[in-house]
């Protein structure tokens, strides 16, 4: 008696649970959809051939005439193999240089103490809340008089070999490093330089991976700086390349979405290949 | 720590310092000082006092930016209330749940020009995905000119940047969540709440810093919109500027009608409201300091 009312039990348990979870998975499908769409029918736009309809009710979403000449004919058209070089180029050198940079002046901010510490700390600071855009006017007429640097992809990596942000991110990892691991390194009679490189530096590497990812994100996605230093072709990025694509293949549907598939897919899979770090990275700044 | 004075620290500080100065310092006093001239980046700045800003308070299509970024700030609570949702869906142990984190985060990553261009299909007169579906359905009897309709052209710029943001946001509040104890919630559990209130009083107190930090970049995020007005409506601003915002404004004045000098007064602007911005912020976390 006892033991057919908990069996009913458990079946009555495991009813509602299995109910509860096809109602998480429809939720979640139905959100995926949301996100996912846009994307799904751009890349199955990119194979359509001429002979499947662009304009159609219902919306024709699968192409019945597959072809890879769209994509062919945006390569031939547009450099696009220039576009991804100079963007990986910019971010990479961006992001290396940036976070040497930064974890270098962030040291000194955390751990020494010398006259003038708390003037730059909230010099910094102040400029935090300046919107980026604001520079770009004397930024612009530096890069044509000073800098001469217009339409070179040098003017996306200097002004971004430094960041305010991570300075405050990395200066809180280096608070967290206890001062016997540096006291140690001056005993055996260390430089500074030494005891930043080889002590320091190692114990904070989830923090230089945290500001690492986030200057790579935002090289990346970049757009009005660069739209406005790179008027020739060849020296676009990938973002201010996609917008000459949209240009020109104005009314041509199926080329734009052979670009922005070509351009979409390697990012997205690179992403998710480094999902991990990713994740870590970008709620790690929380605290930071 | 070292005793004796040394140079040892401003060695480390000078490179990146020398950066900021270059491209922080020195442009925000150069943009101060430009607001006051006449200026077309060719031709040397002339000195002309105020009279930018007399022609700022006089010229409706600064109002009109100023206003529209104004209303993009509703992007920001509703990005917050629906990241916040979508975190505590998928905050379950089921099979499969990375992958869908994933796909949600997808938007995120893909950079917001492809995101932008493939939303200006999407609402297309020819050949754009709602519209078909739409006019398939019989909602509408012929296809509609999304984007050329004024009334409709901010709010979907806003609309793709809540759909940009979620996920990301979304990860952050999921981080959240996981460090809030379980025993909370078997403490309420025991008390009689139920899943809503559950969650408005465990999950939302403890998810303050988050609030925070996502209401700050949400926020700043909103009122500096660029990319998606200059995409979504094809560098224009849309139809009788309906869709122009602060930083497309500035961007037209400068760069587009070389008109540096009152695109400069017009950035100053900006940067009042980011200023004023970051002080509200600061109360409101000094506050809530107070009550906790």
Known sequence: ?288 | MTKKFSLTPYFFLAPALLVIAVFIFYPIAAVVYYSFTDYDIVTPPQWIGLQNYIKLVQDPTFWKALTNSFIYLIATPTVIVLSIVLAIVVNRNLRGIHMFRALYYIPAVSGSIAIGIAWRWMFDAQGGLLNGFLVWLGVLKEPLQWLAEPAYTLPIAMLLTIWMGLGYYALIFLAGLQNIPEELYDAALIDGCNNFQKHWYISLPGLRPQIVFVGVISSLAAIEVFNEVFILTNRTGGVLDSALTMVFYIWRQAFRFSDAGYGSALAIVLLVITLAFSIINIRVQERGLETD
């Open chain 1, 1 to 288: 008696m006892e033991q057919t009312q908990t069996a009913m039990f458990h079946a009555g348990a495991l009813r509602q649970k299995y109910l509860e979870n096809t109602f998480w998975y429809i939720l979640l499908i139905l959100m995926s959809v949301v996100t996912v769409l846009p994307f799904l029918w751009i890349i199955l736009t990119a194979f359509k051939g001429p002979n499947d309809a662009i304009q159609s009710y219902p919306p024709q979403l699968i192409p019945h005439d597959p072809t890879l000449a769209n994509f062919t004919r945006v390569w031939n058209l547009l450099p696009v193999g220039h576009f991804f070089l100079n963007s990986i180029t910019v971010a990479v050198v961006t992001t290396v240089l940036n976070v040497l940079i930064t974890s270098l002046a962030a040291y000194p901010l955390a751990k020494m103490r010398f006259p003038g510490r708390d003037l730059i700390f909230y010099a910094l600071l102040v400029t935090l809340i300046v919107p980026a855009q604001l520079t770009y006017i004397p930024s612009f007429v530096l890069a044509v008089n000073f800098f001469h640097y217009y339409d070179k992809i040098i003017s996306l990596i200097l002004p971004n070999i430094a960041s305010v942000f991570n300075i405050f991110l990395l200066r809180q990892a280096f608070k967290s490093v206890p001062n016997d691991l540096m006291d140690a390194g001056r005993m055996d009679g260390a430089s500074e330089l030494r005891i930043w490189w080889s002590i320091v530096m190692p114990v904070i590497r989830p923090s230089l991976a945290t500001a690492a990812i986030f200057t790579f994100v935002n090289a990346w996605n970049d757009f009005l700086w660069p739209s406005l230093m790179l008027p020739t072709m060849e020296h676009k990025t990938l973002q201010v390349g996609l917008m000459a694509l949209q240009g020109a293949f104005q009314s041509d549907f199926r080329g734009v979405a052979a670009g922005v598939t070509m351009t979409v897919i390697p990012i997205i899979i690179f992403f998710v290949a480094l999902q991990r770090q990713f994740i870590r990275g970008l709620t790690g700044a929380v605290k930071g």
